[in-house]
C-alpha cells in the first residue's frame, strides 16, 4: 500500500468518526497516515480498505493498526480457525467418526486443528470424550482440546498479523542466533510423520490384501455356481 494510499483511508476514518478529538489535530493525522503507510507497506491496499470498512461498520471507535490487521487476519487467513469454532469441528468429528478414525485428519480438519489432535492422540481424545458415560467428568476432551489450541492459534495468528517486512528481519536476526532446539523440534515431528506414513503404508497393504482374498473367493464361488448350473443344465437336456 502507498502513502496514497493510507492518506485516502486516513482521511475515512476522519470522515467516519468526526468526533474524535485526536483528529482535529493536523499533526496527528499526519502522523497517522505516516504510521499507516510503515505498517501496511508491504499489505495490499484493497484488503487494508475491506478491513476497514468493516471496522467502521462495527465499531464506534477508531482503529488501532492491531485492529485492523486482525480484521485483515480474517480475511487472508481463514485457514486459522478461532478456539470455539475449532472445537466444535473437532467435537463433530468425534461423534461421527467414533473411536476408530482411519481417515486422516489433515483432510477432515483444517492443518492447525489437526496438528493440535495429533498432539494430544486421537484415541485419548476420544478417550476423555465418552468417559463421562463411565461416570467421568464431563468436558475434558474439550479443556485438553483448548489447552494445546489456543497457545498454538496466538502463536499462528500474531505471526500472521505481523507485516511481512518485520517477519523476515525477526526470521533474519533469529537465524544468526545460535540454533537452541528449533530443528530437534522439526527432527521430531518429522520422524512422527514417518512413522504414520509407515503405518499407514502397511494399513493399506492388509486392506489390499483383503480386498483381492475377498475378490479371489467371491470369483472361486461364481465359477464353482456356473458349473454346477451348467452340470445341471446338461443333465436335464440329457432326459
Given at each position: 500500500?502507498?502513502?496514497a494510499d493510507a492518506a485516502k483511508l486516513v482521511a475515512i476514518v476522519v470522515t467516519a468518526y468526526p468526533n474524535y478529538d485526536k483528529f482535529?489535530?493536523?499533526?496527528?493525522?499526519?502522523?497517522?497516515?505516516?504510521?499507516?503507510a510503515t505498517i501496511f507497506q508491504a499489505d495490499d491496499g484493497r484488503i487494508v480498505a475491506?478491513?476497514?470498512n468493516k471496522h467502521i461498520a462495527t465499531s464506534k471507535w477508531p482503529p488501532s493498526v492491531a485492529e485492523i490487521r486482525e480484521l485483515m487476519l480474517e480475511i487472508q487467513h481463514p485457514e486459522l480457525i478461532p478456539p470455539e469454532q475449532a472445537w466444535l469441528a473437532v467435537s463433530d468429528?468425534?461423534?461421527?467418526?467414533g473411536e476408530y478414525n482411519y481417515g486422516d485428519l489433515y483432510h477432515q480438519l483444517p492443518p492447525l486443528v489437526a496438528r493440535s489432535v495429533e498432539a494430544?492422540?486421537?484415541?485419548?481424545?476420544?478417550?476423555?470424550?465418552?468417559?463421562?458415560?463411565?461416570?467421568?467428568?464431563p468436558g475434558m476432551d474439550r479443556v485438553a482440546f483448548m489447552d494445546i489450541y489456543k497457545p498454538m492459534y496466538e502463536r499462528e495468528k500474531q505471526r500472521?498479523?505481523?507485516?511481512?517486512?518485520?517477519t523476515a528481519q525477526i526470521d533474519a536476526v533469529a537465524a544468526a542466533l545460535p540454533d537452541k532446539g528449533q530443528h530437534l523440534?522439526?527432527?521430531?515431528?518429522?520422524?512422527?510423520?514417518?512413522?504414520e506414513e509407515q503405518y499407514r503404508r502397511l494399513?493399506?497393504?492388509?486392506?489390499?490384501?483383503?480386498?483381492?482374498?475377498?475378490?479371489?473367493?467371491?470369483?472361486?464361488r461364481t465359477q464353482l455356481e456356473l458349473r454346477e448350473w451348467q452340470e445341471n443344465e446338461r443333465k436335464e437336456a440329457e432326459t
Open positions: 500500500m502507498t502513502k482535529r489535530d493536523e499533526a496527528a493525522v499526519t502522523a497517522t497516515v505516516n504510521l499507516w475491506l478491513a476497514l468429528l468425534l461423534y461421527t467418526s494430544i492422540g486421537w484415541g485419548n481424545l476420544y478417550e476423555m470424550h465418552r468417559s463421562y458415560c463411565r461416570g467421568g467428568k500472521a498479523m505481523t507485516p511481512q517486512n518485520l523440534l522439526a527432527d521430531r515431528e518429522q520422524d512422527r510423520r514417518d512413522k494399513e493399506i497393504g492388509w486392506r489390499d490384501q483383503q480386498r483381492q482374498a475377498l475378490e479371489a473367493a467371491v470369483k472361486e
